[in-house]
């Protein structure tokens, strides 16, 4: 079965800087890729996610990058606030399969 | 537009009792999946039903089952509970081909 490792565990920037969170997967028939970022006593959030057609997505301060190639694809979150502090989920599945594999999280802080 | 609802919030339970929780997807989703998330760790996979028939289920003992109702909402029970079956119990919601899923707050199961 599908397998996906995400790095850092834990990751601690300075308020204005860029975050990076990166996750590979094993399967290589996964093509749907979603972000999620969880609040404490919250459930996970919907944030961004691609598509292996695609090679990269924008939204404001957020992006994503996929290689499929290398299977590992990357969030991207550039002037980081400290509303940005959550844990981060990365995802992978197949398309139309409905049965998503999470990493295990990382913890964001953001310091102001 | 009510997002996805589960309920209770909260549950206390004893090893070998029998929970049931709920959940109400988003208005206009079809599918219902539903993922166990330990302390520290992604959400896993359980099952997703749609059309009331579990379509797909992750590795999971027997002792966990479902139910999708006419109406879409969907319940989870687990039968003998054990200490490490407590968890956050996450419902997530979707509509047609499952890829985009909303989770709800989740339900905190405690085992003593």
């Known amino acids: 079965g599908e397998n996906v490792e995400q790095h850092p565990s834990t990751l601690s920037v300075q308020e204005g800087d860029s975050a990076v969170i990166k996750c590979t997967y094993s399967?290589?028939?996964?093509?749907?890729f979603p972000w999620y970022k969880q609040e404490l006593g919250k459930g996970p959030q919907l944030i961004i996610d691609i598509r292996s057609n695609v090679g990269e997505k924008k939204d404001q301060r957020i992006a994503v990058t996929l290689n499929k190639t290398a299977k590992h694809f990357s969030l991207h979150i550039t002037e980081t606030q400290p509303e940005d502090s959550a844990v981060y989920f990365c995802a992978a599945s197949r398309v139309g399969a409905g049965k998503s594999t999470f990493g295990d999280g990382t913890t964001l802080t953001v310091k102001p | 537009d009510a997002g996805v609802t589960q309920s209770p919030t909260h549950l206390i339970k004893t090893r070998g009792q029998q929970v049931t929780l709920r959940c109400s997807p988003k208005?206009?989703?079809?599918?219902v999946s539903w993922y166990q998330q330990a302390l520290g760790q992604g959400p896993q996979f359980i099952f997703q039903?749609?059309?009331?028939?579990?379509?797909q289920r992750g590795n999971f003992p027997d002792r966990f089952s479902g139910h999708q109702f006419p109406n879409y909402s969907s319940e989870l029970n687990v039968n003998a509970l054990l200490l490490g079956d407590s968890a956050l119990y996450l419902c997530?919601?979707?509509?047609?081909?499952?890829?985009?899923?909303?989770f709800g707050p989740g339900t905190r199961l405690t085992v003593l």
């Open positions: 208005s206009g989703h079809d599918t």
């Open positions: 039903y749609y059309e009331e028939e579990e379509r």
């Open positions: 997530a919601s979707s509509a047609g081909t499952p890829d985009t899923q909303y």
């Open positions: 399967d290589s028939a996964s093509n749907y």
